[in-house]
């Protein structure tokens, strides 16, 4: 398994000790998406989360990232992740920034108006591809995956959402709201932090015995 990058592992550990400051209220939601993973990987499948808000912008994308980050910090061979939106726009500058700063590696592989970013949080696994999309699009899963809601507007709008084998929701306030105030970088970093947190959270409860060792 990858390591993570040295600045990323520091806000991994950083995050692992604020577990504590994780409402009790969303901890069920929380372990049964490591109930999920857990299952899939003790029956030898693999552990598809595609992370669905509206617009595949912030949210789903802090999600994915920092989930498939938890994983590899836990060496828990098997997990892909996945996001996308209800409808597509782009990985939004202020959220690639909070990843940014949070000690990820983020290229910018073109300048279209929905542009594609390399996400790198370890020196030698491959980069996360993060670009806006809708979350039926390909390459995301098409069946078997388990779809975490992470808006409210999405969880509302896509009741069932097809060739998901499970459907769990964890919903996050959204920073846009902040965009353009005194608060908006404070917001960003507390949105991804949070995600992290809780990512990390999850996958810390994840045990499949050998943990891909």
Not at 67 to 84: I, P
Not at 125 to 134: E, W
Not at 202 to 208: E, L, P
């Amino acid at each position: 398994m990858s390591a993570l990058l040295p600045a990323v592992k520091t806000y991994v550990e950083s995050r692992m000790g604020e577990f504590g400051s994780i409402a009790h209220t969303r901890r069920p939601e929380l372990m049964g998406l490591a109930r999920y993973v857990e299952g899939q990987l003790k029956a030898g499948r693999p552990a598809d989360l595609t992370f669905i808000c509206t617009h595949n912008s912030r949210r789903s994308h802090m999600a994915q990232i920092w989930a498939q980050t938890a994983a590899t910090h836990f060496k828990l061979a098997g997990v892909r992740t996945f996001s996308g939106g209800t409808e597509a726009t782009a990985f939004n500058e202020r959220a690639v920034r909070a990843i940014r700063n949070a000690g990820c590696l983020v290229e910018e592989n073109d300048r279209e108006r929905n542009p594609r970013y390399l996400v790198r949080f370890s020196g030698d696994a491959d980069p996360i591809v993060c670009y806006s999309k809708r979350y039926d699009d390909r390459p995301n899963p098409q069946r078997d995956f388990c779809a975490v809601m992470t808006c409210s507007q999405a969880d509302e709008a896509c009741p069932v959402v097809f060739g998901a084998s499970r459907r769990i929701s964890i919903p996050y306030e959204d920073p846009k709201e902040y965009d353009g105030t005194e608060e908006e970088h404070q917001k960003y970093e507390e949105r991804c932090a949070e995600i992290a947190r809780e990512m990390i959270y999850v996958f810390s409860h994840v045990d499949v015995g050998s943990k891909g060792e």
